[in-house]
């Protein structure tokens, strides 16, 4: 197990960047790219998130079912947000990302996102046969 005391703000990867509802998925992959990120979040016009969108959801949603990711909006393909404050403790944030079957979770401080847990981020801060189990809860297990 972690140590009872770290937080989400201790395992996320900081200068998680917004992509707005209205930009386009092309858009967003070239925002990927460059940041070396496989999922953004998306803020609307007050610049609140308000969903999350991944490479596979541009992939799956959108070009595999013959849209032309130039015409479709992040906010259009974007999902529920599911997130947890940056003092949540790391346990916390782990059940969230179980519960919920997702790979990456937002980190938000008030109204503002200031990062993003991912697989990777959790692989360097857990002890294998817990990383071992998250994995198997995520992909399918139980």
């Not at 937080?7 to 070396?36: F, K, N």
């Not at 599911?82 to 990456?104: F, N, P, Q």
């Amino acid at each position: 197990m972690t140590s009872g005391n770290e937080t989400a703000r201790d395992v996320m990867s900081t200068g998680a960047e917004c992509i707005g509802a209205h930009e386009t998925l092309d858009r967003a992959a070239q925002m990927m790219r460059s940041h070396g990120v496989g999922a953004l979040p998306v803020c609307g016009p007050d610049e609140r998130v308000t969903g999350i969108i991944t490479d596979r959801d541009i992939v799956v949603k959108c070009v595999a079912a013959g849209h032309d990711p130039s015409q479709v909006t992040a906010g259009e393909l974007a999902t529920g947000l599911v997130w947890v404050s940056a003092d949540t403790s790391v346990e916390e944030a782990l059940a969230r990302m179980e519960e919920h079957r997702i790979k990456r979770l937002p980190v938000m401080d008030g109204d503002r996102i200031v990062g993003m847990i991912s697989e990777a981020d959790l692989a360097k801060h857990l002890p294998d046969d817990q990383l071992a189990e998250f994995v198997h809860r995520v992909y399918g297990g139980d």
